[in-house]
């Protein structure tokens, strides 16, 4: 039986992230460390900061300082991911990184997340989240890729499109 990849937290110098996430996945283009190094994850946030009076969206690291890497646990692995130019260590006793727990990774939101869709387009849905929490519209379209659906709500006597993530809608009852 195949071993299953789990979530290691790896510490990086301040600032570094992006590249140490970048050099470890030239590794995973590496055949040898194909299966052995699955994904590279440096978790970001959408923040809006107001400078100057103007307001902006920027991405910001949510560990400042570490990368995640989705890994079999061995020998090779550990070296080649220890040894990338930039990583201090992982998290965890020196002799042996200890993985993310299935909730830690949930919590952190990264891996793999299903959302069973109970409406398709044209159905009329309520808003179950958000700032238009309460309101209803129609199900213009779905993009199950980035998790997003486009409802048309009427607001103020107008039809207006509303970007929502797909669990911010559900069938209304």
Do not use: C
């Not at 995973?28 to 307001?55: G, Q």
């Not at 080649?80 to 939101?109: I, Q, Y």
């Not at 109970?118 to 980035?146: C, H, Q, S, W």
């Amino acid at each position: 039986m195949a071993e299953t990849p789990k979530w290691y937290v790896v510490h990086t110098y301040s600032g570094y992230e992006n590249k140490v996430a970048g050099n470890i996945e030239k590794v995973i283009d590496n055949p040898r460390f194909h299966d052995l190094i699955v994904d590279v994850s440096v978790p970001t946030e959408k923040v809006v900061e107001v400078t100057d009076n103007a307001k902006r969206e920027v991405e910001r690291k949510i560990f400042p300082g570490y990368v995640l890497v989705k890994m079999i646990l061995t020998d090779e692995s550990w070296y080649v991911v220890r040894n990338t130019r930039g990583v201090t260590g992982f998290v965890g006793p020196a002799s042996k990184p200890v993985p993310l727990t299935d909730e830690e990774v949930a919590k952190l939101g990264i891996g793999t997340k299903t959302v069973e869709l109970r409406y398709k387009v044209g159905d009329v849905v309520a808003i179950v989240g958000g700032p238009l929490e309460g309101f209803e519209g129609t199900v213009e379209t779905i993009d199950m890729e980035n998790n997003k659906v486009r409802v048309i709500v009427s607001m103020f006597g107008r039809n207006t499109p509303v970007e929502l993530e797909l669990e911010q809608a559900s069938p209304r009852e």
